[in-house]
């Protein structure tokens, strides 16, 4: 059965060829913006761990604005590479992901994004708050 290992957002966020991730200012909490609406370009990225017989994996990530001021929702097929290394007893692979955004910030307020394997029932939540910046 698939698994997310481990799911972040990030300022920069890219699947190198080699099977590693480069990632640059990962994991914070809140953005600070100039004004409302203005938009805010993140990344997020992750491990999926998943038998190697369980072929393709779907991935959906959807991101949340406050008050379900509105949902944006995209998916991808996580694919085996012949550079995956199976590992571990049960011969498994870590699929890397990584997806760069633009996220409408219209509002302050809690933003979130949901990372799911829809065909595993295997959940992870984000999320960030927006804000002006101090008076």
């Known amino acids: 059965m698939a698994r997310i290992d481990y799911a972040f957002v990030a300022d920069f966020a890219k699947v190198e060829p080699s099977g590693t991730l480069t990632v ?5 909490t809140f953005v600070t913006a100039t004004e409302f609406p203005s938009a805010h370009r993140m990344a997020v990225a992750g491990r999926v761990r998943a038998a190697l017989s369980e072929g393709a ?9 406050p008050n379900d001021s509105f949902r944006i ?5 996580l ?6 290394a199976p590992y571990g007893p049960d011969n498994a692979v870590g699929y890397l992901f990584a997806l760069e955004l633009t996220v409408p910030l219209l509002e ?3 933003y979130e994004i ?8 295997e959940h992870r939540r984000l999320a960030f708050e927006a804000r002006l910046p101090p008076a």
Not at 114 to 121: A, G, N, S
């Open 108 to 110: 302050e307020g809690l």
């Open 79 to 84: 694919v085996s590479t012949d550079a995956a």
């Open 24 to 28: 640059v200012g990962a994991s914070w």
């Open 57 to 65: 994996v779907e991935l959906l990530i959807a991101v949340q604005g």
């Open 114 to 121: 949901f990372v799911d394997l829809p065909e595993h029932d």
């Open 73 to 77: 929702e995209g998916g991808a097929t």
